[in-house]
């Protein structure tokens, strides 16, 4: 229906530096979808059939003779370096210095969902300049469009376990749960208010982290603080020329495509977040692997509430 057709394959062997996973769990993101338009093609998929899914909850099946610090039993979450995929699979192969021990305290359907959506939250906040976990210095003004997507249910999270007010759009239906997970002030964005990304209450925005579709450039300056800064996580070429058009002219405010390499150490850093209750997933459904295209279709239709996550 969506392209995707259920085979059998070898289960897959680690080579030096990686770990086989039993699946517990994985979750679907926009970059999988982007591979499947052909967007990044020449560049992915590198080779045919094609597994998507790149975040990883699981076991560790067998290591690599190289591995050093997993062993089969251990619980873990990963990131499958996009090259490869195959979370929607019962085996996949991780390398070692992407894979991160899970803590009891954290489940399979926590750990799927937090990989790429939760780096992507923490990316942007990391090039906010300002920000700090910390909460010290200046209080920031934060913009998160589609805020009870998938990123954005982190980064309004985040944002608020440090030193940033945050103004946050949706849907009408999910106001009460954004303003739950900390937003200071949510915008139904079909208002239009919410339409021109308006703080309520008349605030500049220091950054906006975007994870919504659809919005100008010309929409975002006007709401921008004098070195205000937009992060784009789904970047388009036009983003890209845009941005390139700015830095030349030496504008201060900007519009910056978030490229992100995934780090160990800060996947780490969220997963305690998550053990210490801190931040939560919050997830709209939950698929077996036989019915995959269905949950492939409702990332596909966008409106999502979190994150959608597939199991063996």
Known sequence: MYLLQHVELQVPSPKQDEVLL??????????????????????????????????????????????????????????????????????????????????????????????????????CLLRTPGFNYEKT???????????????????????KLGNAHVTATCGARNLDLVKSLGADEVIDYKTPDGAALKSPSGRKYDAVIHCATGFPWSTFKPNLSTNGKVFDITPTPSVFMTYALQRLTFSKKQLVPLLMTPKKEKLDFLLNFVKEGKIKAVIDSIHPLSKAEEAWAKSIDGHATGKIIVEP
């Open 22 to 123: 039993k699946m517990e769990a994985t979750s679907i993101n926009p970059f999988d979808l982007r591979i499947q338009k052909g967007i990044v093609w020449p560049f992915l998929p590198r080779k045919f059939p094609h597994i998507p899914g790149i975040d990883a909850a699981g076991e560790v099946f067998e290591v690599g003779s190289g591995v050093k610090n997993f062993k089969a039993g251990d619980k873990v979450v990963a990131v499958l370096f996009n090259i490869c995929g195959g979370g929607l699979a019962e085996f996949a192969v991780a390398k070692e210095n992407l894979t991160v021990s899970r803590p009891p305290e954290v489940t399979a359907f926590q750990g799927a969902a937090l990989p790429i959506a939760g780096l992507a939250a923490h990316e």
């Open 137 to 159: 210095g200046q209080q920031l003004n934060l913009l998160i469009t589609a805020a009870s997507g998938g990123v954005g249910q982190y980064a309004v999270q985040l944002a």
